[in-house]
């Protein structure tokens, strides 16, 4: 089991800038994949930034060159910075950890930090 914890969520104005945590309970050794995921009210889950062991990453592009993930291994932690903020990037950012557990790939979930972007 792995227990995800983020934090930085909060209310940010349009055209600002939020960097968002994920720390981990331990290492997850081996090939694995972190992501951020979003849920707005009435929309479904989305990803919106993934990295994987190797710190290769890839986003949508809603995202694109808005937003940046790293992972910092030594600290088990995932790091999303998001720039320029948008209202339609308000939602709930949930972090993920992917992994294989005795041959099956599972998931693991953070319970979510609000983001809302206004003036």
């Known amino acids: 089991q792995v227990h995800l914890v983020e934090s930085g969520g909060g209310l940010v104005q349009p055209g600002g800038s939020l960097r968002l945590s994920c720390a981990a309970s331990r290492t997850i050794f081996g090939d694995n994949v972190m992501g951020w995921y979003r849920q707005a009210p009435g929309k479904e889950r989305e990803v919106v930034a993934q990295?994987?062991?190797?710190?290769?990453?890839d986003y949508p592009d809603s995202v694109k060159g808005r937003f940046t993930i790293s992972r910092d291994n030594a600290k088990n932690t995932v790091y999303l910075q998001m720039n320029n903020l948008k209202a339609e990037d308000t939602a709930v950012y949930y972090c993920?950890?992917?992994?294989?557990?005795?041959?099956?790939?599972?998931?693991?979930w953070g319970q979510g930090t609000q983001v809302t972007v206004s003036s």
């Open positions: 993920t950890a992917r992994t294989v557990v005795g041959g099956a790939t599972v998931k693991f």
């Open positions: 990295i994987t062991s190797s710190s290769r990453t």
